[in-house]
């Protein structure tokens, strides 16, 4: 009897809390930063942040996560973002709970981190959300606005396939909190894909490029460099082209707060002024 009672309350303590699976790095880090990462039972690949998530079992990349091991964690509640809206919704077959969230822009990352926290009971928002504001309010402002393209990722083949960031993303947030303009005056897309003409026909007076170790680890640094100096753009003539490499900036997440002091800070203290 005791034993049948000890097994009955394991089970039902098990079924009690909440069991979260984040098909996300960033939703992986803000379950974390609202202090519910003991609920995590599976995460995304390259869900690094903290170090606790390194060891939560991987059902997958954040964009083609493995149905089977999403039901052999038995979750009560799996998140994810717009581009894992087909996975939610094979899940809703299997009844299991699901919330996608917006994470674009700075507005869409503090709405979630309040949509979030309401949904796993947690009263750790407001803070994480002030840090954001705070952030925001102190974002280095230059005196002489200039042009900025933001890229994501460095190589040195330049020929085709450049990412950048477009509009209504973080990214461009930030460009316009520091007083300057998103070198991408087009209206396509929030990721445009350029190629060596294009850059040129942009011209920006500043190019900033997001490097990751994580993911990008045998690129040549001195070599992508020097391609992107050789083209022909004010960023080059003036020396403003830079390589930012640290693991927040890709991820829209809480820290974005540090985001934005990192971005604004290079764009501002660190912008050289044309001859």
């Known amino acids: 009897m005791r034993i049948f009672s000890f097994i009955l309350f394991l089970t039902l303590n098990l079924w009690a809390n909440e069991r979260i699976i984040s098909l996300s790095p960033s939703l992986t880090e803000i379950v974390y930063a609202l202090e519910k ?22 059902v997958g990349g954040y964009q083609n996560p493995n149905i ?3 039901l052999a964690l038995s979750p009560t509640l799996v998140i994810g973002q717009s581009f894992n809206q087909s996975t939610l919704e094979k899940l809703k077959y299997f009844k299991i709970k699901t919330l996608m969230l917006n994470l674009k822009t700075i507005k869409d990352i503090k709405t979630s981190i309040n949509i979030l926290a309401s949904k796993i009971d947690s009263k750790k928002d407001t803070k994480l959300i002030q840090d954001i504001e705070d952030a925001m309010q102190k974002a280095s402002k230059n005196k002489t606005p200039h042009s900025v393209m933001i890229v994501y990722g460095l190589r040195d083949d330049l020929r085709s396939s450049i990412y950048i960031a477009g509009h209504d993303i973080f990214f461009e947030d930030i460009i316009k909190l520091s007083a300057n303009t998103n070198a991408y005056s087009a209206t396509s897309t929030s990721q445009p894909v ?32 020097k391609a992107w100096q050789s083209i022909p753009t004010n960023a080059s003539k003036n020396k403003n082209i830079s390589i930012v490499d640290e693991d927040y900036l890709h991820i829209p997440s809480h820290r974005v707060a540090q985001t934005i002091k990192r971005l604004s800070n290079e764009m501002n203290k660190n912008y050289k002024l044309g001859n």
């Open 37 to 58: 990462g003991n609920s995590l039972v599976g995460t995304s690949s390259y869900s690094l942040y903290p170090k606790e998530a390194q060891v939560v079992p991987i």
């Open 194 to 225: 350029l190629n060596y003409e294009n850059i040129i026909a942009l011209n920006p007076d500043q190019i900033i490029i997001l490097h990751s170790h994580a993911t990008e680890p045998n690129v040549d640094v001195k070599k992508a460099l």
């Open 68 to 70: 089977e091991k999403i």
